[in-house]
């Protein structure tokens, strides 16, 4: 079993930053790629970002191509997604989950999940 549990999130006016992390306990943190998801009212959940165990590869949506960052730290056991010059469209409850695979995108290629952390961005 991993147990992820998200912070960071809050509201931002378009155009604000905000760093989500994600802390994993449990299993050996390096077995896992980790992922960024988020979900909108009335949307399906949406792949964002994901790094790979070691954290040398990496791979975005398109629509946070340039805007958003994922590292980690393995020391630390921990996920981070740095999100720049945020848009309303980015209003979501984003999720971390981590996987067995190298570098998913699909959300049932995950087999942990956190509980979400809501970001909103205002125009």
């Known amino acids: 079993q991993v147990q992820l549990v998200e912070s960071g999130g809050g509201l931002v006016e378009a155009g604000g930053s905000l760093r989500l992390s994600c802390v994993a306990s449990?299993?050996?943190?390096?077995?896992?790629?980790m992922g960024w998801f988020r979900q909108a009212p009335g949307k399906e959940r949406e792949f964002v970002a994901v790094a790979s165990a070691n954290g040398v590869s990496t791979n975005y949506a398109d629509s946070v191509k340039g805007r958003f960052t994922i590292s980690r730290d393995n020391a630390k056991k921990t996920t981070y997604l740095q999100m720049n010059s945020l848009k309303p469209e980015d209003t979501a409850v984003y999720y971390c989950?981590?996987?067995?695979?190298?570098?998913?995108?699909?959300?049932?290629?995950?087999?942990?999940w956190g509980q979400g952390t809501q970001v909103t961005v205002s125009s």
């Open positions: 449990g299993r050996t943190f390096t077995n896992y790629a």
């Open positions: 989950a981590a996987s067995v695979l190298s570098i998913p995108y699909m959300s049932r290629s995950y087999n942990y």
